[in-house]
């Protein structure tokens, strides 16, 4: 099958350009192993996790990706970190960094923090690899312009994801759609001569990707198709809802970080998931304790009628549970396909 090539396939040496988002909860060390496996550029999230944890997942993709116990070679995945949460308790946060720093990880993703700049300094700082091609690479995820302006000139990232409305899990309640936000951190891109764009949000198929790397894009960036693999940490539970989801379901609100009490994300955040009755309470004004009770009761019983399952927009058009090599080799083979179909259109 064909390689596609862009600015991002040719910085991380990989054959497609599909990228599996860091998911809090949901993807761990086998599912990013598995998605670099496939080709593409896999994840695994950091999010409210301990050291130990981290360590245990980056063995965990190790192992899958045969790379032994040797330092001294790039482990081809990255780790995400929620930067608000690193805030929270920075010694415990340098202590979550460093760990990806000493096992040598391809890059790290940043997002939703008040000052992503001290912690990319941090990186810098303590990569001991940082002058040399295999520097740890530097996401930074927005949805606001001026934030990419800084992510450009002050703090010199190596991608620039731009995440939609569309996108499931937390994000900017205001967020333009992609087809919006786009052109607008493109044209900010070129004009300060940036990194690699990448688009995150809703999508689901290869067609869509194809479309999304004709507006420019260098990647895509995908976590909800992921949660739909037997790697993802998502219960059968939440799997079995996600497939019976309607893209209507999948809503914005702060419910679930109120009933999970996961508050202290910046201004403007919330979560995009599938609608419930934890929603549908907090809609209605109901006190905000009664829904805790709820939802703990809820998680104790797998009722996905209380519990949180994240999903972008893009959910309705996902009905298959497919091991993540297999998702991203699907998709590059519909998107070459599609990239393909629109070449013949030009007479
Ligand atoms: C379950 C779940 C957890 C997520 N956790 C994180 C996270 O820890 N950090 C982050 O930057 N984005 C997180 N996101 C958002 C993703 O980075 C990405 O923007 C989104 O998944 C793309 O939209 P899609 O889900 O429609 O493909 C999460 C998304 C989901 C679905």
Known sequence: MAS??????????????IVAAPMAGASGGALAAQVTLG?????????????????????????LLRKDGDLSTVLPIGVG?????????????????????????????????????????????????ADSSDAVKIFVQTSIV??????????????IVA????????????????????????????????PPLLAAGGISSGAQIASLL????????????????????YSNVQRQALLEAESSQSVRTMAFDYARNTLGWPQGIDGRGLRNATVDD??????????????????????????????GSGVGQMKEIMSAKKIVETLHAECVQSLRNASQLVL
């Not at 004709?214 to 940490?233: H, I, W, Y």
């Open 4 to 17: 596609i090539n862009t600015s991002l396939t040719k910085l991380l040496g990989i054959k497609t350009p």
């Open 39 to 63: 080709g593409g550029f896999g994840f695994l999230s950091a999010g409210y996790d301990s050291v130990d944890k981290l360590k245990h997942e980056i063995n965990v993709a190790r192992d």
């Open 81 to 129: 970190f929620l930067v608000w949460q690193l805030e929270k308790s920075p010694e415990a946060g340098e202590q979550l960094l460093l760990t990806a720093l000493e096992n040598h990880v391809q890059a790290i993703w940043l997002s939703f923090g008040a000052d992503l700049g001290r912690w990319i300094n941090f990186i810098r700082e303590h990569d001991p690899r």
């Open 146 to 159: 001026e934030e990419a302006v800084s992510a450009i000139q002050s703090w010199k990232v190596d991608v």
């Open 163 to 194: 995440q939609g409305n569309e996108a499931g899990g937390h994000g900017l309640g205001k967020s333009l759609p992609i087809i919006n936000l786009l052109p607008l951190l493109d044209s900010v891109v070129s004009k300060l001569n940036g």
């Open 214 to 233: 004709t507006l420019g894009v260098s990647a895509v960036v995908l976590g909800t198709r992921f949660l739909l693999s037997p790697e993802s940490q």
């Open 282 to 311: 907090y809609e209605r004004g109901e006190e905000i304790r009664t829904i805790q009770e709820k939802y703990v009761n809820g998680v104790k019983a797998g009722d996905k009628d209380r519990i949180v399952i994240w999903a």
